[in-house]
């Protein structure tokens, strides 16, 4: 570009960005029409000449939102802006996208954790009516630091003038008999029915290590997280452990698990993964590239690990 090309671009976009000039007041200074002006000024924005940020909590990045559409098949993704507050601003993001979600879901089902307690605490009163929410997995807590998962389905079947519909059982048992035996149980069978009848699903994913909800809840102790990290975990979805191709890494925890299967988010229309933050960038990408999810919430930086994954 030549160099007088290029000041008039610098100056057209000062004068406007930053002396709050009219196109017509530019074109009078620089002695060029006000058409001229606006080509100058769209041609500033497309050559990085001036960037333009909306930093506004509730922001989205739209390209990178297409751009994980269009590469995974997404039905629907929500890429916030990187900062500080990022799980409250995560969980935001997730609360709005459910409460605006059409048609609203009769039954949505939820897993747990910390995650999900912050999108609870962000939904507002009245974001649907009606919607009864069940949980998706066992979540009775081992200790008394874990997250509640009767807490997180209440309060989003309150929000909604719903009703909840709780699993009482631990999330992980000891033996694959007593899981069977449980779920044989009749209210417990007909709890999984209807998690596996949801219209729509909403869920986190836990990392690979000793911040996990389960170690945290007393499910697993940090030997067996690096046991299951040796054989290529990345995290936890819905409870079950899987690898960076979305594949279950250890066949006898998960047959002691309580709670509907990953096929199941897989097969559903509306699966809605919240997942961000450094620590699950790997799991993120094995939810996204193995289709775990038709919707994902997350922040900017690992949306862009998804996108350079797959690249």
Not at 37 to 42: I, N, P, Q, S, Y
Not at 51 to 80: F, M, T, Y
Not at 139 to 155: E, F, I, K, N, Q
Not at 162 to 174: K, V
Request: hydrophobic share 45%; glycine share 10%; with cysteine.
């Amino acid at each position: 570009m030549p160099l007088a090309d290029e000041l008039l671009l610098v100056r057209a976009a000062e004068l406007y960005y930053e002396h709050d000039k009219t196109q017509d007041e530019i074109g009078s200074l620089l002695k060029v029409t006000r058409w001229k002006v606006g080509r100058l000024l769209a041609r500033a924005r497309d050559e990085g000449i001036v960037r333009i940020e909306i930093v506004h909590p509730r922001a989205r990045r739209l390209s990178l939102e297409h751009e994980l559409c269009q590469r995974h098949g997404l039905r629907d993704a929500v890429v916030i802006p990187d900062g500080d507050d990022l799980p409250q601003r995560l969980a935001t993001a997730a609360a709005d996208y459910l409460a605006a979600l059409r048609p609203v879901p009769r039954t949505l089902g939820v897993s747990w954790g910390r995650t999900i307690d912050g999108v609870a605490e962000a939904l507002p009163d009245g974001w649907a009516v009606g919607v009864d929410v069940v949980q998706i997995n066992g979540g009775v807590s081992l200790t008394s630091r874990g997250s509640t998962a009767a807490a997180s389905a209440m309060a989003i079947a309150e929000k909604a003038g719903g009703s909840a519909t709780l699993l009482p059982s631990p999330a992980i048992l000891e033996r694959r008999e007593t899981r069977l035996a449980i779920e044989g149980d009749r209210t417990v069978a007909a709890v999984l029915g209807r998690g596996l009848a949801a219209s729509a699903y909403l869920y986190s994913a836990g990392a690979a290590d000793g911040s996990s909800v389960l170690v945290q809840s007393g499910y697993l102790g940090t030997d067996q997280i690096e046991a299951l990290v040796d054989r290529g975990a990345v995290g936890d979805l819905v409870g079950r452990f899987i690898d960076a191709e979305g594949r279950v890494v250890d066949e006898s925890l998960d047959a002691r698990t309580v709670g509907i299967g990953l096929d199941r988010l897989r097969a559903a229309d509306w699966a809605i993964a919240v997942i961000g933050g450094p620590e699950k960038r790997a799991v993120a990408r094995a939810v996204v590239g193995s289709g775990l999810c038709s919707v994902l919430v997350t922040d900017e930086t690992t949306a862009k690990a998804v996108l350079e994954e797959q690249r």
